[in-house]
């Protein structure tokens, strides 16, 4: 069993910087692909950008591409995500997962979940 759990949420203004950080239990997790998603009030869960295991391969939706940088540490059982240029559009719950099948940008191919971390730009 994986629990995941997510940090590094907050306020910032807009141009600022956050970095999210997801810490995992259970050792086969630095075997699986992760990812990250974010949902805002009254919308669907969206995706963000994924990991495969070995951190070689990235992905990012492209209302985020170049300005977050997903990566991780399989010694320290950590994702991250870095997000600069923050806009107001950005606030969201965001979420990490990781998925037994591969990294993906579908919900359906994770397996676990954190419960989330609260991310607030201000304009």
């Known amino acids: 069993q994986v629990q995941l759990v997510e940090s590094g949420g907050g306020l910032v203004q807009a141009g600022g910087s956050l970095r999210l950080s997801c810490a995992a239990s259970?050792?086969?997790?630095?075997?699986?692909?992760k990812g990250w998603f974010r949902q805002s009030t009254g919308k669907e869960r969206e995706f963000v950008a994924a990991t495969s295991w070995s951190g070689g391969t990235t992905y990012y939706a492209d209302s985020v591409k170049g300005r977050f940088t997903i990566s991780r540490d399989n010694a320290k059982n950590t994702v991250d995500l870095q997000m600069n240029s923050l806009k107001p559009e950005d606030t969201a719950v965001y979420y990490c997962a990781a998925s037994t099948r591969g990294s993906s940008q579908y919900e359906d191919m994770y397996d676990y979940w954190g419960q989330g971390t609260q991310v607030t730009v201000s304009s």
């Open positions: 259970g050792r086969a997790f630095s075997r699986y692909a």
